[in-house]
């Protein structure tokens, strides 16, 4: 069974400092990882999208790596702002790479304090 | 570009009553659209396929005759909640893309919180 894992379930930081999410995946055969931003009560964004062959990948203050051999993926958040508050949702996809082959962790919530 | 919009965003009806939830695709086709249910704290879950001029498919276990899904453009599809109950309370949100079911990226709607009282 395709299964997508997610640590913390939710996690404190003050305003400035970094944080790491972490996703594991039992998902075969692996096409792709994604990671989403989900703000409360609203739809997720992607921020990464990473293939097999792609080990890390950026954007912005966020910087995502993949271990496809570990089965092993995180999310770097660098220098948190306020607006980083919401869940960070881990998305995995199988076989053709197609929204009905996608394997939804359940988020880490993350919440920023000034 | 590839922006998606759900209406409404939030909906509270009576149980027994139909509900409609709208997506729509805003500056691109879609021929295929995706309808998922979020409960608190838990994962987006894969409702039913909504296909442009054709039936939908549904996931194991997601009652087609409750959760009927209409295709009928390339940039909008319905999903009806019929004779909902508080058990359908759940924020349903629906994705999209310009390039197909196979693309690799998916662009969501806002999603539309239900209450059923």
């Known amino acids: 069974k395709n299964q997508v894992e997610q640590s913390p379930q939710s996690l404190i930081i003050l305003e400035g400092k970094n944080c790491t999410l972490q996703?594991?995946?039992?998902?075969?055969?692996?096409?792709?990882l994604r990671w989403y931003k989900q703000d409360t009560g609203r739809g997720p964004v992607s921020l990464t999208i990473?293939?097999?062959?792609?080990n890390t990948k950026s954007n912005g203050r966020y910087t995502a790596t993949l271990d496809a051999d570990t089965k092993q993926s995180s999310l770097h958040i660098t220098a948190s702002q306020l607006s980083d508050s919401a869940s960070y949702i881990c998305?995995?996809?199988?076989?053709?790479?197609?929204?009905?082959?996608?394997?939804f962790g359940k988020g880490t919530h993350l919440i920023i304090q000034p | 570009g590839a922006v998606v919009s759900q209406h409404p965003s939030r909906v509270i009806c009576k149980s027994g009553t139909s509900v409609k939830i709208e997506c729509r695709s805003l500056?691109?086709?879609?021929?295929?659209m995706f309808w998922y249910r979020q409960f608190p704290k838990q994962s987006l879950m894969l409702m039913a396929t909504?296909?442009?001029?054709?039936?939908?498919?549904?996931e194991q276990g997601v009652e087609k005759d409750k959760f009927l899904i209409n295709h009928a453009s390339l940039t909008l599809s319905t999903l009806t909640v019929t004779s909902a109950h508080p058990e359908d309370s759940s924020f349903y949100i629906c994705?999209?893309?310009?390039?197909?079911?196979?693309?690799?990226?998916?662009?969501f709607g806002p999603g539309t919180r239900l209450t059923v009282l």
């Open positions: 996703c594991n995946y039992t998902v075969s055969p692996f096409s792709n």
């Open positions: 998305v995995v996809s199988a076989s053709g790479g197609g929204a009905d082959g996608l394997t």
């Open positions: 990473m293939t097999f062959s792609e």
């Open positions: 500056d691109f086709q879609a021929t295929t």
């Open positions: 994705s999209a893309n310009p390039w197909g079911p196979i693309s690799r990226e998916q662009f």
């Open positions: 909504s296909n442009e001029g054709s039936k939908a498919t549904y």
